[in-house]
């Protein structure tokens, strides 16, 4: 099956300090997408990216979807306190289903 | 208004015991899934319905069984709840069986089998 490797597990860093985090995959992705989950919440969806190339930004987050169509990543610049969880890619290859990244645990320091 | 809602979000269970996780959309998707969440975080695919048909059924235990009653509705039933079977359930719907429209997904449940 399809398996998307996400990195970094986990990060800590400093209020204000730009974060990058990115996914890869050992597969064709059609569609990637990324998702925010919060303590005691289910994901939410940040970004969804249809196009090799895409460059799309939501606010402070800038996703792209690689040109090889094999990974993504995903940017938030100057990191607020609230900007803590776990964020998760998620691609969808030559079948329908989603499948998810292992997630990034985002700690921000105040 | 919730979009999706679990219930309960949290369930506190013996070893043995049979239980139940309610899951309702009103977004009018006509696609729903459940979701396992471990204590490492990851999401795995359990099951997923498509207009009350079943349409994904992955290695899971037959002690897990899906009931979709109508497209707004997906129910979990869990019989002989074994100690593994503790982490949070997420139930999520789509409006159609396309992952790039995304998912939508409920709170979670928080199964703790002791």
């Known amino acids: 099956g399809q398996q998307l490797n996400q990195s970094p597990q986990s990060m800590f860093i400093q209020e204000g300090e730009d974060v990058s985090m990115n996914c890869t995959s050992s597969s064709i992705f059609n569609t990637w997408l990324w998702y925010k989950q919060d303590p005691g919440e289910g994901p939410v969806l940040l970004i969804a990216?249809?196009?090799?190339?895409e460059l799309t930004s939501n606010g402070r987050l800038t996703a792209q979807f690689g040109i090889t169509r094999k990974d993504s990543f995903l940017n938030i610049s100057a990191s607020i306190p609230s900007d803590v969880g776990i964020y998760f890619c998620?691609?969808?290859?030559?079948?329908?289903?989603?499948?998810f990244g292992e997630g990034t645990q985002l700690t921000v320091n105040p | 208004d919730t979009a999706v809602s679990q219930t309960p979000k949290y369930l506190v269970t013996q070893m043995g015991n049979d239980k139940s996780i309610k899951c309702e959309q009103n977004?009018?998707?006509?696609?729903m899934y459940w979701y396992k969440q471990d204590s490492k975080k990851f999401l795995k695919i359990m099951f997923s319905?498509?207009?009350?048909?079943?349409?994904i059924n992955e290695t899971v235990p037959n002690r897990f069984s899906p009931k979709s009653p109508d497209k707004a509705h997906l129910n979990l039933h869990i019989n002989s709840l074994e100690l593994g079977d503790s982490a949070v359930y997420f139930c999520?719907?789509?409006?159609?069986?396309?992952?790039?429209?995304?998912?939508?997904f409920g709170s979670g449940t928080r199964l703790t089998v002791v």
């Open positions: 998620a691609g969808q290859g030559s079948g329908s289903r989603l499948t």
């Open positions: 999520a719907s789509s409006p159609l069986y396309w992952a790039n429209y995304g998912y939508t």
């Open positions: 990216l249809y196009k090799a190339g």
């Open positions: 977004l009018g998707h006509d696609t």
């Open positions: 319905y498509n207009n009350k048909e079943l349409i």
